[in-house]
T-cell receptor
Framework: GAVVSQHPSRVICKSGTSVKIECRSLDFQATTMFWYRQFPKQSLMLMATSNEGSKATYEQGVEKDKFLINHASLTLSTLTVTSAHPEDSSFYIC??????????????FGDGTRLSIL | DQQVKQNSPSLSVQEGRISILNCDYTNSMFDYFLWYKKYPAEGPTFLISISSIKDKNEDGRFTVFLNKSAKHLSLHIVPSQPGDSAVYFCAARLGGTALIFGKGTTLSVSS
């Protein structure tokens, strides 16, 4: 159980393109999903917390107009990298927590999206 | 300023021996700690966790120890197996939601 699906797994596109990444919880509902970014040999850095039915909460230094987050349902959150540039190239990964299980339940991660902007 | 530190980028262990992965943190307000395992091209997989009110949690071959006074936790894997070879991330939770991750330690278990 507790499967999180992230799509696409890899994207290569030209500078200026907007890229949408989907994160789905397949067998549970998640009121909260998290978006992380990882640079090579670095830790996973939280970008934003996505809340179902409300605005996302962005971490300091993350441009909300650059990284648009939509959490329209209890099983889907999307991250759109708008007008992507080479410096946006990175590994993006989402996670979700089962809303039925409170307390100290761990976040479950998708397999990530490798974004390469040419 | 890194709040969760994994100072050893890599660790090599022989099959059957104990693997000890270490993690230090700076924020005494962290209430929950987790270890994740990550294979290449996959997302992190939850391994084991420990609440800040405990000092040990065991699950099969995996044991996590927490030393709050030293702000240090460790993951013990015994006996180590080649399939344990992966990147291990230590993570800490603040305020019940988001996780703060260390940079990871790459474990290599040789047969």
């Amino acid at each position: 159980g507790a499967v999180v699906s992230q799509h696409p797994s890899r994207v290569i596109c030209k500078s200026g393109t907007s890229v949408k990444i989907e994160c789905r919880s397949l067998d549970f509902q998640a009121t909260t999903m998290f978006w992380y970014r990882q640079f090579p040999k670095q830790s996973l850095m939280l970008m934003a917390t996505s809340n179902e039915g409300s605005k996302a909460t962005y971490e300091q230094g993350v441009e909300k107009d650059k990284f648009l987050i939509n959490h329209a349902s209890l099983t889907l959150s999307t991250l759109t990298v708008t007008s992507a540039h080479p410096e946006d190239s990175s590994f993006y990964i989402c996670s979700a927590r089962d809303r039925e299980k409170g307390g100290n339940q761990p976040q479950h991660f998708g397999d990530g999206t490798r974004l390469s902007i040419l | 300023d890194q709040q969760v530190k994994q100072n050893s980028p890599s660790l090599s262990v022989q099959e059957g021996r104990i693997s000890i992965l270490n993690c230090d943190y700076t924020n005494s307000m962290f209430d929950y700690f987790l270890w994740y395992k990550k294979y290449p091209a996959e997302g992190p997989t939850f391994l084991i966790s420990i609440s800040s009110i405990k000092d040990k949690n065991e699950d099969g071959r995996f044991t996590v120890f927490l030393n709050k006074s030293a702000k240090h936790l460790s993951l013990h894997i015994v006996p180590s197996q080649p399939g344990d070879s992966a990147v291990y991330f230590c993570a800490a939770r603040l305020g019940g939601t988001a996780l703060i991750f260390g940079k990871g330690t790459t474990l290599s278990v040789s047969s």
